[in-house]
């Protein structure tokens, strides 16, 4: 898939429609920054603190500089759109840290590089800030340079085993078992490069990253830090890239969930989502885990809340999602450190807008941020995939519900038709059809004036709670219900609840949450995620 045909696939994504229900309508509200205003405001506020003269300074860890603070630097001065610190950046890095193959040397440190290693993770993000530089600056030179460092990181930091082509962190690593560290790997960084240099190696390096990650989910339910590929495909934990101590998931492996939230295939999403089961739930959430996920320090920092953001976001909670974002600002400023304050900013900037050519789950459109409706509703399905078959029926045992389905379509004024009577179930006709591939929706009524409605105890659903739908054409498709949440309407999390899924699921909504003093409406939606049986 192109990048611009990912970017429509985001657009189609966060399309919205507004669900006109009378007693869901939200109070009118100002329309908070758009997700990109606010990665750019938090982009130029990294780099306003810690760039000095092209030179990314770890202020907090002695002022030295390394190739992976360099190549943060070059993502955010992309999504800041700011060429000029982009240019002084990139300047400072080939002049100082650019090895003759065209690999950066690790760390500089007092005006000289102190390790002349390679780091796999810090050119992979450079060569794709390069590349889009070059697009969001109409400047071929700088797209060619993102093409020749990538090409450099494919023949000296990846190997072939059983189980694909994998990401090497440095080329120390080429003796088998090799050393690997899931974090490093990019899906969305490997589907630009493969784009800007048709090398399929890139697709190959995507195949075995997510094949390497997969198995190594097998082995632990979390990603540790550090990991083992043999060349026969054998995966194993491991306590550090030499072997040593014990594994625990950290700041490194943290951003695995990040990095693969944020790809455009479904199956690098899944494996964000995955590890949201295996993350604990409390609101406080420890620095550092074992490798059981418990806690091995009292620490916070924010690259722990955005990776459960992340994976929250892919699993389609995308309430939880929001809240560890605003965890993770809260603990940044708190505690401002280099790499807190830089994972602060590429995580809102991979996970709310597409400034980096990914699928970000929590991106919301402008009509996100000023409809006051009971949700964001949309079709994200090809004409050519809907179903000839209409659903007829919905049964939810567990909440008493039986009940015929009406169509919700668009009125005049673009909003989904509400149903006219209070206890009536509708479903979205110009969307998909329940039982087909992707998120179908049934909304219906919480209450009304002077009763409970037909939705009234949707919130008490819990996971594991059925939901047929029966169709036109004879069948039934069955949906077991995954989890429930509570979203602000003025702020739906569109992209996160309705963009295209691999399988069929549903979304049932209605309101919820608190009453408006001004309007006495609900300001909430209550959002039931339910997958194919």
């Not at 996970?351 to 789950?361: E, F, K, R, S, V």
């Not at 002077?450 to 029966?470: E, I, M, N, R, Y």
């Amino acid at each position: 898939m192109t990048r611009a045909a990912r970017a429509l696939a985001v657009t189609s994504a966060a399309a919205v429609l507004a669900l006109a229900v009378t007693a869901c309508s939200g109070p009118e509200a100002d329309a908070p920054a758009s997700p990109t205003e606010d990665a750019a405001t938090t982009a130029d506020a990294f780099l306003e603190t810690y760039v000095d003269g092209g030179r990314v300074a770890r202020t907090d860890q002695g002022g030295d500089t390394v190739s992976e603070g360099q190549a943060y630097g070059l993502l955010l001065a992309v999504v800041a759109g700011d060429e000029p610190v982009f240019d002084e950046i990139w300047d400072w890095t080939t002049t100082n840290l650019q090895r003759e193959d065209g690999l950066l040397a690790w760390r500089w440190d007092d005006g000289a590089v102190v390790d002349d290693q390679p780091a796999s993770d810090a050119d992979l993000d450079a060569a794709r800030a390069l590349v889009l530089a070059g697009d969001a600056f109409d400047r071929d030179d700088l797209r060619a340079e993102g093409v020749d460092l990538g090409t450099a990181l494919l023949d000296e930091m990846t190997a072939s085993t059983a189980l694909g082509r994998i990401l090497l962190p440095g080329p120390w690593a080429t003796a088998s078992p090799h050393a690997y560290n899931p974090s490093y790997a990019s899906p969305a960084a490997f589907a630009v490069l493969s784009e800007a240099s048709g090398d399929p190696r890139w697709d190959e390096l995507a195949e075995g990253s997510r094949a390497a990650t997969e198995a190594l989910l097998d082995a632990n339910a979390l990603p540790t830090n550090w990991a083992t590929v043999a060349t026969d495909g054998t995966v194993a934990i491991a306590g550090a890239a030499n072997g040593e101590g014990e594994p625990e998931y950290g700041y490194d492996a943290a951003r695995a969930s990040i990095r693969y939230a944020e790809s455009c295939d479904p199956e690098d999403a899944a494996i964000a989502a995955r590890i949201a089961s295996a993350l604990p739930d409390d609101e406080v959430l420890p620095a550092e885990l074992d490798s059981g996920a418990g806690a091995v320090t009292s620490d916070q920092h924010p690259v722990a809340y955005a990776a459960r953001a992340a994976a929250y976001a892919a699993d389609g909670r995308g309430g939880d999602a929001e809240a560890d974002l605003g965890r993770m600002t809260a603990t940044a400023a708190e505690a401002p450190t280099y790499y807190g304050d830089a994972w602060t900013a590429l995580a809102e900037a991979m996970l709310t807008n597409d400034a980096l050519a990914g699928c970000p789950p929590l991106a919301a459109s402008e009509a996100d941020a000023a409809t006051s409706s009971a949700g964001a509703l949309q079709d994200p399905v090809a004409e050519e995939a809907v179903s000839a078959a209409v659903p007829e029926h919905v049964s939810i045992p567990a909440i008493g519900v039986e009940s015929d389905l009406i169509g919700l379509g668009r009125g005049a004024d673009g909003w989904i038709e509400a149903p006219a009577d209070y206890n009536d179930v509708g479903w979205y006709e110009d969307g998909v059809v329940p039982g087909d591939i992707g998120p179908a929706v049934i909304a219906a009524h919480v209450d009304s004036p002077w009763a409970a409605a037909v939705f009234h105890d949707l919130g008490k659903l819990q996971p594991g709670d059925t939901v047929s739908v029966s169709r036109s054409d004879g069948t039934t498709a069955e949906f077991v219900v995954t989890g429930i949440q509570n979203v602000k309407k003025h702020d739906f999390p569109t992209a996160s609840i309705y963009a295209p899924v691999p399988t069929p699921e549903l979304r049932l909504v209605t309101c919820g949450g608190p009453i408006s003093s001004e309007t006495g409406l609900y300001e909430d939606n209550v959002v039931v995620t339910a997958v194919a049986a």
